[in-house]
């Protein structure tokens, strides 16, 4: 499975825009790119426009493992992709980061459309990425150093965004020092520092337990409602994908395609008890059982209790 090691998001951000990235206000590149396979506008935030990407796996037998994927989010959207273990998520998500190559196909990005000067609006968000011999403070301070932020600005920056993580107690704490799910704040305000615009998620509540998980559900949400951010947010946990977004993309695996979207409504919190939740929840894991045919009992974390 592909990882980025320690602090490579952080890095991400502060390189010039990933090569398979085009901005969308750039007339030059979106003139030389428009003979892609999108005929309509480019109204999205972020755009994976028919993106395919193969792997030698197990020897040299070549896998094809997304095929033709085709996603548009909008501004301010929060997207869940779920899907089994092994479908690409992660190739997907890092591919969208700049990560990886394409075989084919482009992602188109809407990152310059507040009129900022940076290319480096896209981040990618992962846990235990954490650097333990750097204090809270410290670590949440990184990517704003390396950028070279005036003393001044980094350190109002850190203190707002560790008030909102509720970790401002423990700024000179250690990461060793730190609950899971403190970690994952940690880790969450560090992001949310260089203000990216859009936060690409990859399973990173996967590891806490249920209690800790559920509070920073909503913690995600309140951080989401307040700075309007633009999310994608990967899991193969349909509940907490039901909880957190808007809207939610199914992916089937070999190849990894996206097999069918459905829509929630706007209204948060959630309760899982909610019929319409069930119902989708329902028909979620009957596409899972039925098109990878699955053991749901054996899989287990695809349908993983949150409540
Ligand atoms: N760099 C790589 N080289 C070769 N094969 C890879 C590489 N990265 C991923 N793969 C393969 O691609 C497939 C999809 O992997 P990926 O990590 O994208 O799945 P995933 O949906 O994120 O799974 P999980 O839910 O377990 O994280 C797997 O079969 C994996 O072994
Ligand atoms: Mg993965």
């Known amino acids: 499975m592909t990882s980025p090691s320690n602090g490579l998001e952080i890095e991400l951000v ?11 206000n750039d007339i030059s590149v979106t003139q030389d790119k428009i003979c892609l396979n999108r005929k309509s506008g480019y109204g999205g ?6 993106v395919s ?57 809407n990152i310059r459309a507040k009129g900022c000067k940076d290319h480096n609006r896209l981040l990618i968000f992962q846990e235990a990425a954490l650097f333990p011999w750097l204090t809270v403070y410290e670590n949440v301070a990184y990517g704003l150093r390396i950028r070279k932020y005036p003393k001044e600005q980094c350190n109002q920056l850190v203190i ?25 704040r940690v880790a969450l305000a560090r992001a949310l520092v260089l203000e990216p615009e859009i ?45 957190l977004s808007n809207r939610i993309l199914v992916m089937n695996s070999h190849p ?27 028909r979620i894991l009957q596409e899972f059982i039925d098109d990878l045919n699955i053991d749901v009992e054996q899989g287990g974390n695809v349908n993983e209790e949150v409540n």
Not at 160 to 184: A, P
Not at 215 to 224: A, G, H, T, V
Not at 256 to 264: A, D, P, T
Request: hydrophobic share 40%; charged share 25%; net charge negative.
């Open 199 to 243: 936060l690409l998620m990859d399973e990173p509540f996967a590891a806490l337990d249920i209690k800790t998980r559920k509070d920073m559900y909503q913690l995600l949400l309140n951080i989401w409602q307040a700075t309007k951010k633009t999310i994608l947010f990967i899991t193969h946990n349909v509940e907490e994908a039901l909880i």
């Open 53 to 109: 990407k193969a792997y030698q796996i197990r020897g040299d037998k070549l896998v094809q493992v997304i095929e033709d994927i085709d996603i548009e989010i909008e501004e301010g959207e929060f997207v869940s992709l779920v899907g089994p273990s092994g479908c690409g998520k992660s190739t997907l998500l890092n591919i969208i980061a700049g990560l990886e190559k394409p075989d084919s196909g482009v992602v188109w990005s």
């Open 45 to 50: 935030k972020l755009i994976i426009d028919k």
């Open 160 to 184: 707002k965004y560790l008030e909102l993580v509720n970790l401002l107690n423990f700024k000179e704490s250690y990461i060793h020092q730190l609950s899971g799910g403190m970690k994952q």
């Open 256 to 282: 990894g395609v996206i097999k069918s979207e459905h829509k929630l409504n706007g209204q948060y919190p959630r309760s899982l008890e909610d019929e319409n939740l069930q119902e989708i929840k329902k």
């Open 14 to 24: 502060v390189q010039e825009m990933p090569h398979n990235i085009y901005d969308l």
